[in-house]
């Protein structure tokens, strides 16, 4: 898939989640920021120091855009100044094993589950104090906002599931793909867990 078939299909699919969202205005919200430039931050959580890029209208409606493997926040560039300048708070955090995120534990065990990675969405938002969410995923940023949206279908007022429904079932064992060349399209996945591929991330 190009770059503008990617960036078209996102931004798509965020803008149909932002009308069942609804206003991007809150209530009593204040003036409107400019959208401008992000702003990096960073917020605690309990297990985490989640770093994250902001945008848009402070007291404009939250939307989350999480990002997938082995992608960071710069895949969301393209759909990040559309919502702004439209009046949303826009929030693209750093997934656990990205970018400025750090455990806060450095001997707390490494893992990147998809219940701990949706929890971390959760802790996310709690630690900013937000009550509702828009949330976009592709990728594992697809995984941990639908399991957000089933483990916390009261906070979360719309969702985009870029790639479709991705929740996968960890406790029934898999029969190993049937086509050698379906296995050889996920070479990065090895490739990632040798030094090397650590090294390049």
């Not at 939307?63 to 990040?80: K, Q, S, T």
């Not at 976009?136 to 969702?159: K, M």
Request: contains cysteine.
């Amino acid at each position: 898939m190009g770059p503008s078939r990617r960036e078209f299909l996102k931004s798509a699919g965020v803008a149909g989640a932002m009308a069942v969202a609804g206003s991007p205005r809150s209530a009593g919200a204040g003036a409107r920021a400019q959208s401008g430039d992000a702003v990096l931050r960073s917020v605690e959580t309990e297990v985490l120091e989640i770093g994250y890029e902001e945008s848009g209208d402070p007291a404009g409606f939250p939307i989350v855009l999480l990002h997938g493997f082995p992608y960071d926040i710069r895949a969301w560039d393209g759909v990040v100044p559309p919502l702004a300048a439209a009046g949303y708070r826009v929030l693209v955090p750093y997934l656990r094993g990205y970018g400025t995120t750090r455990f806060r534990d450095p001997d707390a065990p490494r893992m990147a589950e998809q219940a701990a990675i949706a929890q971390d969405v959760s802790d996310f938002a709690d630690a900013l104090g937000l009550e509702q969410v828009a949330l976009a995923g592709f990728d594992w940023g697809n995984r941990a906002a639908c399991i957000t949206s089933i483990l916390h279908p009261e906070r979360v007022r719309a969702q985009v599931a870029i790639g479709g429904y991705s929740v996968q079932d960890t406790i029934s064992p898999s029969a190993p793909s049937p086509s050698a060349a379906a296995e050889a399209r996920l070479w990065y996945q090895w490739y990632f867990n040798t030094e090397r591929g650590r090294a390049g991330l």
